[in-house]
């Protein structure tokens, strides 16, 4: 039986939710859960034939509406059409999921795609947080999921860049957390570890052990209202209360030495 927090999100917040990078991974399972918990889903993504596939799947399974939506988010102009076409929608949770990452060491990257890795990760994440939290903060109700990362609490070697732009995303949350109480606005950080998706393959990493997106989803929305930080999956709550008494400096060298040996192919 599903989780009684996940199942009560339509009476918590509202009609519509919207979820980027909804097209595969853990931001099509955001969308499973949310659309099984009876709420509309707008998916955001840039492929929009899987959009369409997984639209389908969800209205016929679920009976619910799930606009499509095409953007890629590191372009201006179609994130501002994106917040437009939006606005006629009572959208009442944020899930802000569309992301990639590089690895590799920074000076042998393509600095257009670490560019554009900025762009989405955390641009684009602000533009949305504002908006819709303005909104939500209006409605005097409403939910912010964001997509943080467990290598965003320190620096890390061969994803230098990728863990700066979660870290940003982490921070901000911590604050923004602290600006909304009392505003019924709910923000949850999502710091998960491996996860099984497309994104270590766009990334050029090789995983062990991962999470799978159905845990990150469920453990995420069930957490919604209730905590400030989840960290879905055993993987990445072990990792966590392992690295939770080391000085920053020996978090730096740990988490360095493990992207190292997910990259070491890359070295070759």
């Avoid at 979820?19 to 499973?32: D, K, L």
């Avoid at 870290?167 to 606005?185: C, N």
Wanted: proline fraction near 3%; charged fraction near 20%.
């Amino acid at each position: 039986m599903q989780n009684d927090r996940v199942s009560g999100l339509l009476q918590r917040y509202g009609p519509y939710a919207l979820v980027t990078g909804a097209s595969e991974g853990i931001g099509s399972s955001f969308a499973e859960e949310l659309a099984r918990a009876g709420m509309n889903v707008v998916l955001v993504a840039r492929r929009e034939d899987r959009l369409h596939t997984l639209a389908k799947a969800l209205e016929d399974r679920y009976k619910v509406l799930c606009p499509v939506i095409k953007a890629d988010l590191s372009n201006a102009e179609e994130l501002d059409e994106l917040l437009q076409v939006t606005n006629s929608l009572e959208i009442c949770l944020l899930v802000c999921n569309a992301g990639f990452g590089t690895a590799g060491t920074f000076l042998n990257a393509d600095i257009q795609a670490e560019m554009n890795m900025l762009d989405v990760n955390c641009t684009a994440v602000t533009r949305l947080v504002h908006h819709f939290g303005c909104k939500f903060k209006h409605r005097g109700k409403g939910g912010v999921v964001l997509l943080s990362s467990i290598v965003a609490t320190q620096g890390v070697g061969r994803s230098a860049h990728y863990a700066a732009t979660k870290a940003y995303v982490h921070t901000m949350g911590e604050g923004l957390q602290q600006e909304w109480q009392g505003t019924g606005v709910d923000l949850l950080i999502v710091a998960p570890g491996p996860v099984e998706t497309g994104f270590a393959q766009r990334s050029n990493m090789r995983l062990g052990r991962a999470a799978t997106p159905e845990v990150v989803a469920h453990e995420s929305l069930k957490a919604l209202g209730r905590h400030r930080i989840v960290r879905p999956g055993w993987l990445a709550k072990g990792m966590a209360l392992a690295l939770s008494t080391a000085p920053r400096w020996l978090r730096v060298k740990i988490m360095s030495s493990i992207m190292g040996s997910m990259t070491q192919h890359l070295s070759r």
